[in-house]
C-alpha cells in the first residue's frame, strides 16, 4: 500500500509502479504504450545494482528502469535532470557491465542509455529498438 501516485501495468511482471516524480509517469507511460516495448519494470528493489568507485569508495548504482524491447535488447534506462562527475563515473561502470555481460553472451544483447530530458524519453527507446525516431 501506498500513498503515491501508481499505475496499474500491463507489460510488466510488477502489477503497479509508483511514481516517483512526474518524469517517471512519462516514462512508465510510454513503456506501456510503446508497441516496442515487451516488458519493462522499474528498478526498485529488485536488487539490479552496479558496483563503482567514487572517491575511494564501493557504491551501488541503482538504474531506474529495466526494459526489454520487441528486438530482443534489454535497455538500462536511467533518468537524470542534472549531470555531474559521480554521474559520470557510474556510467562508466555500467559501460563495463554492459559490454562484459554481452561479451559473455548468456544474458541476451543489454544497452544503457541516459535521459537527461522528459521529451528525449521516446527517442531513446526508439533508438535502442533500432528505430529511426525521426521517421
Known amino acids: 500500500m501506498t500513498t503515491r501516485p501508481c499505475l496499474a501495468t500491463d507489460k510488466s511482471q510488477i502489477s503497479h509502479v509508483v511514481y516517483d516524480s512526474a518524469w517517471e509517469k ?3 507511460d510510454l513503456c506501456e504504450k510503446a508497441p516496442q516495448v515487451v516488458a519493462w519494470a522499474k528498478n526498485d528493489h529488485l536488487d539490479f ?3 563503482y ?4 569508495s564501493s557504491r551501488n548504482f541503482v538504474p531506474d528502469y529495466l526494459i526489454r524491447l520487441n528486438n530482443g535488447k534489454t535497455l538500462v534506462l536511467e533518468v537524470k535532470g542534472v549531470d555531474n562527475e559521480q554521474n559520470k563515473v557510474k556510467r562508466a ?3 563495463i557491465w554492459i559490454k562484459t555481460v554481452n561479451e559473455q553472451g548468456g544474458f541476451g544483447q543489454w544497452c544503457f542509455d541516459v535521459v537527461f530530458e ?3 524519453t521516446r527517442d531513446v527507446l526508439l533508438t535502442h529498438a533500432g528505430i529511426d525516431a525521426l521517421a
Open 26 to 28: 512519462v516514462v512508465a
Open 118 to 120: 522528459p521529451s528525449r
Open 53 to 56: 568507485l567514487w572517491r575511494g
Open 93 to 95: 561502470a555500467m559501460a
Open 49 to 51: 545494482v552496479i558496483r
